[in-house]
């Protein structure tokens, strides 16, 4: 995935990441580290938060300001894509912040979309039934493993 951001992203100087909560910051912090070691290409983290269950239930918030993505390149990143929900309300976030593309980096994409989101870049796409569930696994930041069950 790193190699594929940097393949598109080669003309510019910086491009932002924002992680979805725990798992997505976490995630983007890897493809950074990856990207960095094969690329001369800035980076900049930081993480987004939403509610996955309620999204409705309180604001998207961004660690910096929506201000500094004005004109820029921004990848947001998550572990799992479902049905979409998620990615689809944490747009909202940057509502104020005109960048100048959007788009969407997702470690296993499941064929269950339910809301309009295009995701850009991923690892592993499955085609599951609706009542499997897919877990990213960490241990220390890292992702270690996808399950299904």
Not at 99 to 115: G, T
Request: proline content about 3%; overall charge neutral; hydrophobic content about 40%.
């Amino acid at each position: 995935m790193a190699m594929e951001i940097y393949e598109k992203h080669s003309d510019r100087d910086m491009v932002y990441f924002l992680g979805i909560n725990q798992k997505g910051y976490f995630l983007a912090n890897q493809i950074r580290t990856e990207l960095e070691k094969l690329s001369p290409l800035k980076t900049n983290l930081s993480r987004l938060t939403i509610s996955p269950s309620d999204p409705l239930s309180t604001d998207v918030s961004l660690e910096i300001q929506a201000s500094v993505l004005k004109k820029q390149a921004v990848i947001i990143v998550d572990d799992v894509m479902n049905s979409g929900r998620t990615l689809f309300y944490s747009f909202k976030g940057m509502a104020n912040a005109l960048p100048s593309s959007v788009e969407v980096c997702v470690l296993v994409l499941r064929m269950h979309k339910s809301f309009p989101v295009h995701v850009d870049y991923y690892g592993l796409r499955l085609a599951t039934t609706i009542k499997q569930d897919i877990e990213v696994v960490f241990q220390k930041e890292k992702a270690i493993e996808a399950k299904m069950y």
